[in-house]
């Protein structure tokens, strides 16, 4: 499983993630450049805070959260999860059918393009205890957590102003988070983000070139790091980040909502892993994920193209100017050498 | 030129970017939101050191740098602004025709996608003194920054391989910052990057629409800040970050190292006043700046729709998971208002 080390230093490449549609510049020589600041933001900040003043995301601590859309299991105190609204929203839940400008706010002249902020924006708090954090739940406890996503998604997808849901986990303060307390979000936006757009139209150029799915493919031995039944996960190909993992159904479907019970907990079980796995290995890093689902309109032709993935990235450096700029990523480390790393199995 | 304060609090409204191609939201609730973190980056890494132990980009030091290109000016010890290779470089200037697998490091299987990591990668130290950053020079002397990494682009651009430069800077640790030496960074590249070719299809989209260049159309009152003579600052109507501001020269064209002497120094004045007021109001934050011009060899359907400005981004907070899965951005201030706030004039 694990790859062959290389006999010299690597040289540069530039590979081309035909997902996103980005190029990426691995180079190992940038690892070694020195710094003289005298801190650190990744070191600096802790990503957790055992005792914070008070968390409202926290037990017995609901009603100083915003309006709570369902809980697991429903009808009881002794909640495991709850998905609520976002207190801070994004985008509001009340404006459906409002016009920039209806309500006397400045609107926007010269023929430039906004609409009003419609759109959901909620939270999903991910266990009752502040202490716990995903990984330390259980395969089918994190399963249960996957299937609370789904679900609000499904209610999201019946919306009929609704394009496209983002669901999201930020962890550590340099990874964005606000709250330490375990939870992921979602926004439901009442427009495809081009970004999103781009990436399904990128990969139905790779499909309609080849007769293959990218996503399929990515499965390779020098970058796979684990598999589960339904599931395998890789460093990819052209990773933007170092360490980013794909966690990938073997099954080619387009959308995340379309999870099944079973593959839930076998989900559960290799996000698990990979989790406790960049943990170790990187010492605790702040990281996001993100579901790459596809779009609730998405036209028949594209439709069979599309793959839906998790994409888990740990934040180990600040982006900078270059990556700003031009849309190209520089990563130090080349995948074959994180998955490598990736792929050393506990013993015990 | 400032804009009149919203009578009540502004909706949220989704922004439509026709420069970037991204949707962005803006949403003042979001500012309003806690955080239990301890620490906060931003706040925690001074963007100075004003004594590190060694600084190899200071007056006296230069063997300590990989290989000077120029320096301004010529010919003398007691220079002002060199330009040098990066020792630690992201691409390799002695790769040119080279092929992945040559020198039998790992190549790529399965028609994936990778070229050589051939380029170039320089670093511009902007002033000889450890203490000085951009913004203390005179507009003449930032006028003559400007025009170094002109020079260089120039050089680069007679180069047969290389099709696009990008010219950043990075300020302060959370902006990416390894060096507190004021200096600036271009990566020159044998390919496009797809981001930037979908920069330069969307200007062509806009300007076949309307017949108009979005660039030239930016200006507009409630987003002015300032003008000179040849550039005007904006910021931009569907702002990605909160504060961030474009200077845009107010001649149409395609080309950044097109620009002259006498409009060079004009640049570094009104550069030099957006830097400080950005400092003054926002409390010295770490930030980006990115020049965007375009290919080299840019096809003569897109030359005529073309137009190169500097975009300027304050780094105030950690993007989260929203930003990297579905490329929108979420903004707390509206650009009416940050431009408000940027309009103030000293009164000395
Ligand atoms: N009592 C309460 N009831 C309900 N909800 C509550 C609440 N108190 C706080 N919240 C919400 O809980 C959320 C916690 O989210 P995170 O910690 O994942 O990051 P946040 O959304 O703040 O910003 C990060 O993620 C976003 C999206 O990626 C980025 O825009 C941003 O820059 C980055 O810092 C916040 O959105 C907050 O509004
Ligand atoms: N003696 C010497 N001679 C010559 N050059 C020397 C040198 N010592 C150091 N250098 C170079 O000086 C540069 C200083 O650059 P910056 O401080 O702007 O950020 P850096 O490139 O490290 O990374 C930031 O910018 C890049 C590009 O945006 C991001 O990939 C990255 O994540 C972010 O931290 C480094 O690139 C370093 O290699």
Redesign the interface.
């Known amino acids: 499983m694990s790859?062959s080390s290389?006999?010299?230093p690597?040289?540069?490449?530039?590979?081309?993630d035909?997902v996103f549609?980005?190029?990426v510049?691995?180079?190992p020589?940038?690892s070694?450049?020195?710094?003289?600041?005298?801190?650190?933001?990744?070191d600096?900040?802790?990503n957790n805070?055992p005792n914070?003043?008070s968390?409202p995301f926290c037990l017995g601590r609901e009603r100083e959260c915003a309006p709570e859309i369902f809980r697991i299991p429903p009808g009881t105190d002794d909640w495991k999860i709850r998905v609520i609204e976002n207190?801070?929203?994004?985008?509001?839940r009340d404006?459906e059918g409002?016009q920039?400008g209806d309500?006397?706010?400045?609107g926007?002249?010269?023929?430039?393009?906004?609409?009003?902020?419609f759109?959901f924006h909620d939270v999903v708090i991910e266990t009752p205890f502040h202490s716990i954090h995903l990984p330390d739940l259980s395969a089918a406890e994190i399963g249960e957590v996957v299937l609370s996503y789904r679900e609000r998604v499904r209610q999201l997808s019946n919306h009929g102003s609704i394009e496209?849901v983002?669901?999201?986990?930020?962890y550590g303060?340099?990874?964005?988070?606000?709250?330490?307390?375990s939870h992921a979000?979602m926004?439901a936006?009442?427009?495809v983000?081009?970004?999103?757009s781009?990436r399904l139209d990128s990969m139905k150029e790779v499909f309609d070139k080849?007769g293959k799915c990218g996503i399929c493919?990515a499965q390779?031995a020098?970058i796979l790091i684990n598999e589960s039944g339904h599931f395998f996960a890789v460093v990819p190909?052209?990773a933007s980040f170092p360490f980013e993992v794909w966690i990938i159904p073997r099954e080619h479907t387009p959308y995340f909502h379309d999870l099944d019970e079973q593959k839930a907990v076998d989900f559960g079980g290799l996000l698990k892993l990979i989790l406790l796995k960049l943990s170790k290995q990187l010492n605790d890093p702040p990281y996001?994920?993100?579901?790459?689902s596809s779009p609730f309109h998405l036209p028949a032709s594209h439709l069979p193209c599309a793959h839906w993935f998790i994409?888990i990235?740990p934040?180990l450096?600040?982006?900078?100017?270059?990556e700003?700029?031009?849309?190209?990523y520089?990563n130090p480390i080349?995948p074959?050498d994180a998955a490598e790393i990736l792929s050393y199995e506990e013993e015990d």
Not at 103 to 106: F, N, Y
Not at 108 to 117: K, L, S
Not at 324 to 328: A, D, E, I, V
């Open positions: 790859a290389p006999t010299s690597r040289l540069p490449q530039i590979r081309e035909t549609n980005r190029l510049i691995f180079s020589a940038r070694r450049r020195p710094s003289d600041f005298k801190f650190h933001p990744p600096g900040a802790p805070n914070p003043p968390c207190l801070y929203p994004a985008l509001r404006l409002s920039v309500r006397g706010e400045a926007c002249d010269e023929g430039r393009r906004a609409v009003i902020g759109g496209y983002q669901v999201f986990k930020n303060a340099s990874a964005g988070a606000s709250m330490t307390h979000q926004i936006l009442p427009l983000p081009p970004t999103v781009a080849s493919e390779s020098n190909f052209a996001n994920y993100m579901i790459h994409q990235v934040q450096n600040a982006v900078g100017g270059f700003l700029g031009s849309g190209c520089i080349f074959e």
